[in-house]
């Protein structure tokens, strides 16, 4: 039998400071970690104590272990950081079953292969409109301009509301998932609340619209129909509405800009798609590994238990590093080159594992596709003019600007 231990691997990197992220540092603490500690304490940071999970195989086992590790919201929160004031957002990715399981059944058949073929239409055409309009030769910020229009239009077709909209979603969706400890005072608090009330009206007046008709296969329809989200009180229809906004944003926009990166580090990758174009959903794959967009999710010990041969006590926080078991070399060889033939790019745990893996990751593969279809139809290369801005947070790996000029081949 494996012996239990007790004396703690003090994991001696602070990974869950922003300007690791920020200064694109983030690679080689991981490395070190996943070599010498695959699970490793901290006991303190500007989060309290945590474990770190760094390797794609105890991943994977703390996702298939839910009845242990828990992702309730009322036990702590699904990322490092404590819910504001203890108050937690109550949407299904922050339960765990048979809440989950129930509200995720209602979810879930909105992006059913039927649907998504019905929204990758829509995805095609307004990809191709929007690059047919991006300027040549001429400095521009892709995430400005191709990346937050392209994931925020989606959200527009999923919610079947109005394309132009789209800012008013924006706006929603940077205060949902702008709550961190540097913003906890009273006026952003105020503001939080003056934006959530806003959204939760006008969904409530859509939600209301659809109740008073026969059910839709419709989101909304789907859920105000529903019996596990028809009577939700409204603090737990905000949250799922803001999850599925804050779910499908920030991961596909910063997917999105990934590419470019990747693309502009790896520029033969770009001629193997031209050369073959069934490459693009292994592609779409390969950029979700590579950026991991979702950097981390957490989960809370429901009671005293045992991971990787270490004692984790009733309470704890374990954080699982996405971003480290992507680039866990035991399962992708050489893993940090962006290779869009990669044979096991599918084995990738950005879009987590288990029961909670994302729901909506045929509807961000698809509109990935239709973004590296129309790069591959440019006259030329999309050149980054400078490095881009990287986002601030431990939680989203991202950018907040990428200056880049479409160049003639
Ligand atoms: C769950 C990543 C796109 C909606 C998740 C989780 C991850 C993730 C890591 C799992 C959380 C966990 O295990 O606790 C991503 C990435 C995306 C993406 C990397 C894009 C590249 C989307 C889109 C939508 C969406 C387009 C919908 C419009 C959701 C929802 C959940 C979820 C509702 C909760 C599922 C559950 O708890 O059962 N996503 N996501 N995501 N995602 Fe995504």
């Not at 799922?240 to 520029?267: C, H, Q, W």
């Not at 390969?286 to 004692?311: C, F, K, N, Y």
Request: charged fraction near 30%; include cysteine.
């Amino acid at each position: 039998m494996a012996t239990v231990l007790d004396k703690r691997p003090i994991n001696p990197f602070e990974v869950s400071a922003n300007a690791i992220y920020t200064e694109d540092q983030w690679r080689e603490p991981f490395a070190k970690l996943r070599a010498e500690m695959p699970l490793s304490w901290r006991p303190e940071s500007p989060f309290g104590a945590y474990w770190s999970v760094v390797t794609h195989d105890l991943v994977q086992e703390v996702e298939l272990r839910h009845d242990v590790f828990s992702s309730r919201w009322d036990m702590g929160n699904i990322t490092i950081a404590e819910a504001v004031n203890g108050e937690g957002f109550p949407n299904f990715i922050a339960q765990d079953p048979p809440i989950h399981t129930a509200q995720r059944k209602v979810i879930a058949p909105a992006f059913s292969p039927s649907q998504i073929l019905k929204l990758e239409k829509l995805v095609r055409e307004r990809t191709e409109k929007l690059f047919s309009e991006l300027p040549r030769g001429e400095e521009f910020d892709w995430v400005e301009r191709v990346s937050l229009p392209l994931t925020l239009g989606m959200l527009c077709i999923l919610f079947d509301m109005p394309f132009e909209e789209w800012r008013d979603i924006k706006r929603w969706s940077d205060w949902a998932s702008g709550v961190s400890e540097d913003n906890l005072n009273e006026e952003y608090r105020a503001q939080f609340l003056l934006q959530m009330g806003e959204m939760l009206a006008r969904f409530d007046r859509e939600l209301e619209d659809r109740r008073s008709k026969p059910p839709t296969d419709d989101l909304l329809s789907r859920m105000v129909h529903s019996e596990a989200m028809g009577n939700m009180d409204a603090m737990e229809r905000i949250a799922n509405i803001a999850l599925l906004i804050v779910g499908g944003n920030d991961t596909t926009r910063n997917s999105m800009s990934a590419l470019v990166e990747a693309f502009d580090k790896y520029p033969g990758e770009m001629d193997r798609l031209r050369a073959d174009a069934s490459l693009i959903p292994n592609a779409a794959q390969e950029i979700i590994r590579w950026q991991s967009p979702v950097t981390h999710m957490r989960r809370t010990a429901l009671e005293d238990t045992e991971l990787a041969g270490q004692r984790i006590a009733k309470g704890e926080k374990v954080v699982m590093w996405y971003i480290s078991a992507n680039r866990d070399e035991r399962i992708f060889p050489d893993a940090e080159r962006f290779d869009v033939g990669r044979e096991n790019a599918r084995r990738h745990v950005g879009f987590g594992h288990g029961i909670h893996r994302c729901v909506g990751a045929r509807l961000a593969e698809v509109q990935l596709h239709a973004v590296i279809e129309q790069m591959l139809k440019l006259p030329g290369r999309v050149v980054p003019q400078g490095k881009p801005t990287r986002l601030a947070s431990p939680f989203l790996h991202g950018f907040t600007a990428m200056p880049v000029k479409i160049m003639e081949a």
